[in-house]
């Protein structure tokens, strides 16, 4: 279960795992213009809802004894994975640095780290290059799309009651004449 703050936050510190490099070289999105050379920007692209209804859960609550309701939903997400450097032909160079985390998202290490935060990689889809000048310097890149899938939850504030005792009386006053005796019912005892 997984929020899209947490999403983020998780992506980052796997790409930086999968790349070997200081998790503050990743950023999301424009996010200015941070001093890391290589850079590593990760773009939203498409998300896909993939279940229909979202799927209810119910969770008893100990100390109030009502239920904690939430809503859950299957989430496929594709992220551009951009990789910026000034260098090229170096260790350091873009070109590099994107296929080591292309393969690095794949290392049990990085799996592991995306399975606790409630994410899977699904593929790797392919990598396109290309170069842009910034002021009086030449910004090598390569960029490569990644599909994951995670489950978003949203819990609901308003916590469900349970009934926890039910009290009947009364009489009916249809010939034959029936009295109903005060019956008592109570939860069952989990």
Request: aromatic share 6%; hydrophobic share 45%; with cysteine.
């Amino acid at each position: 279960m997984t929020t899209p703050a947490q999403f983020r936050t998780a992506l980052v510190a796997a790409v930086a795992l999968a790349g070997e490099i200081t998790p503050t070289a990743v950023v999301w999105g424009n996010a200015g213009h941070p001093i890391a050379n290589p850079l590593v920007r990760l773009l939203a692209g498409a998300e896909l809802d993939c279940t229909n209804d979202p799927r209810e859960v119910l969770t008893p609550d100990a100390e109030t004894g009502l239920l904690d309701k939430s809503l859950s939903t299957l989430r496929e997400v594709t992220v551009q994975i951009r990789v910026e450097s000034t260098s090229c032909a170096t260790a350091e160079d873009a070109y590099a640095l994107s296929g080591w985390i292309s393969i690095g998202l794949a290392l049990d290490s990085v799996t592991a780290a995306l399975a606790a935060a409630g994410i899977e990689l699904i593929e790797n889809l392919s990598s396109t290059d290309l170069s842009f000048q910034s002021g009086d310097q030449i910004i090598y890149c390569r960029t490569f799309d990644a599909r994951f899938r995670y489950e978003l939850t949203r819990a609901d504030p308003t916590a469900i009651g349970v009934i926890e005792h039910v009290q009947i009386s009364g009489e009916v006053t249809a010939p034959p004449l029936i009295t109903t005796p005060v019956t008592q019912y109570d939860k069952p005892a989990a």
